[in-house]
């Protein structure tokens, strides 16, 4: 490992004093937050229209703790030094919704791959003290850079590793996203136009 650690660059280097933090892509946050709040905020607009049993109060209620954890969820911070990677979250996030984890680099004993249920392909952290297992996260910003930084560390070959889903696909489904917030705003706006809110 060392021998790989010798060939890191200059601005790698500096992992081993200073830890680098990957945080998730913007592009994934935005996309998944305003899908979000394309597919919630309708409802208590067409739950007061309809005459729902379930109050509109109570569903803005809903759809604000959502929009909560949702970005809570999406606060995922990766950080890795020359001893360990790490996955932690903002200190308001609660530890029981989302707890982080570390694993050191000594600890790795390999990276498998898993195929998900839509035919995509993730890579899990193998510990060689505990069954447990960790993992990699694919969707932080400098994903290439922290590939090569696991492989520095653990000397595990990871030319193979590619991101779960490619930047384009995360484009189209903004885009559709924001077809379906412009038709959420007409439809809120056809309702107060035609004076169908009480």
């Known amino acids: 490992m060392s021998s790989n650690i010798e060939t890191l660059s200059k601005s790698e280097q500096q992992v081993q004093s200073s830890p680098l933090t990957f945080r998730l892509s913007p592009l994934i946050r935005i ?13 208590p607009f067409l739950a007061q229209v309809s005459s729902a049993s379930v109050p509109p109060a109570l569903l803005w209620g809903g759809i604000g703790l959502g929009l909560f954890a949702l970005y809570g969820a999406l606060s995922e911070r990766v950080i ?36 998900t249920g839509q035919g995509g392909l993730v890579y899990y952290f193998v510990s060689q003290s505990s069954e447990r297992a960790y993992l990699l996260p694919m969707r932080v910003v400098g994903f290439a850079r922290l590939v090569k930084l696991v492989e520095t560390y653990t000397g595990i070959d ?12 995360y484009l189209i489904l903004l885009g559709l996203t924001l077809l379906l917030l412009l038709v959420d705003g007409w439809t809120i706006w056809t309702v107060f136009s035609q004076g169908l809110m009480a």
Request: hydrophobic content about 45%; cysteine-free.
């Open 158 to 169: 990871t030319s193979d590793i590619r991101p779960l889903a490619q930047p384009w696909m």
């Open 80 to 115: 890795v030094d020359d001893e360990k990677i790490k996955v932690t979250y903002p200190k308001w996030v609660p530890g029981f919704f989302r707890k982080g984890w570390e694993l050191p680099w000594a600890d790795v004993k390999d990276l498998k791959m898993r195929t």
């Open 31 to 43: 996309t998944l937050l305003s899908l979000y709040v394309a597919l919630t905020v309708p409802l």
